[in-house]
């Protein structure tokens, strides 16, 4: 396998986690290159006593640029991934954090899928069932019909790479039957009813996200976003609530104590960091977007995520689904 | 005051709930008529012990009914409801359950207040700050900007109602800057800048919504429809694998012991009964709807808050704040 290109310039913490992700990754034998300002990249692997192949990118995009900048500033690290991608020296290219700039660079340097109108973020959540992927999580934010069935349709092939079987569909909606939600539900509704290779399932509500009751959930790229956002949101206050009313009376303090390491893995099931990075479907190599916060271990876990979508063959299967698509579909 | 006319036929768990809940607000001093089929309700206060005036009403509208048959089921318990409100004789209608149809019969018989194109569904959710007001929550699915901005100005009216000094108002999008969301958000933008009445506080985004950065959010009715079932589904979940971890080793089996007591104070804060109801606003009369599944508390609840608005003028109070709009905004 050709080694994974990071971003070792992008999020909040780089290059210190970036690094320090890159070596965890490295020391579970997936080979990685770094890419990035040589003397910082290098300074931080000395720092922390590693080594790994490093690709020089002379600038790089901050949080603060815009995603547009990526035309500018053709040297930045981002740009120089995706080459890397596009010239056959990296298999994948995983970045934290600033998501418009990283599509953005995508669609410039590696360009869509044939037959992919847009491009779409996916999102992976937990569920009682295990976990549910989003699409879109907000790289479209005003969408068509015929957008919100490709997105199914690369989802399903991005959850079939991951090991699901026959992954079933849910448009989110307002109410279970066709008929019951806004003007983009109710044209997509019986597209996404003769889509091929989509196992559509109907409507599904906010509730039936966290419930699993479909493997995916496609929606528009605002809601998509807002659902993203809502749910990290309200899992960070309960989980603070919980800890409050741990420590609320003494008797609580010493239950509190005894249920800590019950509770651990709770809080690491609702932790985004676990799930890594969300894959952008539907351009012409496997890209990766982490969170801005990411720490080393959120890094580890996207290029771990990044490797098992490569070996999975992910472009291959998203190309060979959209072409499966009638052209009225495409 | 002149009573609160509760639709003793709506709901899930109707008449038994709804007669329960009555008796129990009428208990606490607030006069309640309890309207639907006189038999069923009679039996029903004799099987309670309880007493309290009925309003005859022949039929009712059942949760599968579509919400058009509020005009083809003249005598249903909702439409006799709202024509108690309408002559003077009840002073707030309350309903468990059909949304579309109260909301159907609000329109048909009390009429919107002059000046509201579409009225809207509030939502009250907890927050780190204590509560934030949701609006719309589903009346509406897909809206024009000036209709989110009179839901801004009916709903700073009906949290000044409920005791919130100078409401901020947030608008749901996906990024904090103007400009950050869809077609709908930045063309509604500029609008909330310059609405008399609005203290506007930008965009904010899903993870505010529970941190509580503004008093108010407003959305169009799909996406707030999407919050409010997600982020109760996010909370039932949630609480069940906290409930699962405390029962995961006899240790944590112990510590749970301990902390039950702690934790039931949060369950009730997340439990939507504790909200009672959704408010209505925009129309001729206080309307208020329930949880379909509502019990008696949550019954009672929703009679307290209908209470409380009616005393605070609720009706005036948006009459007033939408007429102080200019007509391009109204």
């Given at each position: 396998m050709k080694p994974i290109a990071l971003d070792?310039?992008?999020?909040?913490?780089a290059p210190q986690e970036t690094v320090a992700g890159a070596l965890l990754a490295a020391k579970e034998g997936i080979p990685v290159v770094l890419v990035g300002q040589t003397p910082a990249v290098k300074a931080e692997l000395q720092q922390q006593g590693g080594d790994l192949p490093i690709v020089e990118a002379p600038e790089y995009i901050a949080?603060?640029?815009?995603?547009?900048?990526v035309r500018k500033k053709r040297g930045a690290s981002i740009n120089v991934c995706m080459e890397l991608v596009k010239k056959g020296e990296a298999s994948a290219v995983v970045a934290m954090g600033h998501t418009g700039a990283t599509l953005a660079s995508a669609l410039f340097?590696?360009?869509?899928?044939?037959?992919?109108e847009r491009p779409t973020l996916l999102i992976e959540m937990p569920s009682e069932k295990g976990r549910v992927y989003l699409t879109?999580?907000?790289?479209?934010?005003d969408c068509k019909p015929h957008w919100l069935v490709q997105f199914a349709v690369m989802a399903t092939a991005y959850a079939e790479a991951q090991g699901v079987k026959n992954p079933s569909v849910g448009l989110l909606s307002i109410?279970?039957?066709?008929?019951?939600?806004n003007a983009l539900t109710n044209e997509t509704y019986p597209l996404l009813k003769t889509t091929p290779g989509v196992r559509f399932h109907g409507n599904v509500e906010g509730r039936d996200i966290f419930k699993g009751t479909t493997d995916i959930v496609v929606t528009d790229g605002y809601t998509g976003n807002v659902v993203l956002k809502l749910s990290e949101g309200e899992a960070r206050t309960l989980l603070k609530w919980v800890r409050e009313a741990l420590t609320s009376s003494p008797l609580a303090r010493l239950g509190g104590l005894l249920v800590r390491g019950a509770l651990q893995g709770l809080r690491a099931k609702m932790d985004p960091a676990e799930y890594g990075a969300m894959p952008l479907l539907g351009v012409e190599g496997p890209v990766f977007i982490g969170h801005g916060s990411a720490d080393a271990r959120a890094v580890r876990n996207a290029i771990r995520k990044a490797k098992s979508v490569v070996e999975a063959g992910l472009v291959e299967r998203v190309r060979a689904s959209i072409a499966q698509l009638t052209p009225a579909e495409s």
């Open positions: 070792a310039m992008g999020g909040d913490y949080m603060e640029d815009a995603a547009t900048d340097n590696l360009g869509r899928v044939q037959g992919v879109d999580g907000g790289a479209n934010v109410g279970e039957e066709e008929g019951k939600g």
